[in-house]
């Protein structure tokens, strides 16, 4: 996942949730734009669990090459 598609995200998941949020009109959600937004949030869900893993791969291998320095 690169820092593009993460952008491209964000910012559809920030749009329908901003249409969601608008109170100065009547809320109606079509099936298009309830699927759109749980789309959203699913591929937001997956990219936060994806960076999660590799943060955690990182932080893993950063400390062991560490640990390896670190002996005599």
Do not use: F, K
Request: aromatic fraction near 2%; charge should be neutral; hydrophobic fraction near 45%.
């Amino acid at each position: 996942m690169d820092v593009a598609r993460l952008t491209l995200l964000l910012v559809e998941a920030r749009a329908a949730a901003s249409e969601l949020r608008d109170i100065r009109q009547p809320i109606l959600i079509s099936p298009g734009t309830l699927h759109s937004l749980a789309q959203c949030l699913l591929d937001l869900t997956d990219t936060c669990q994806h960076l999660q893993r590799w943060g955690t791969t990182w932080m893993v291998a950063a400390a062991r090459q560490r640990s390896e320095g670190e002996r005599p």
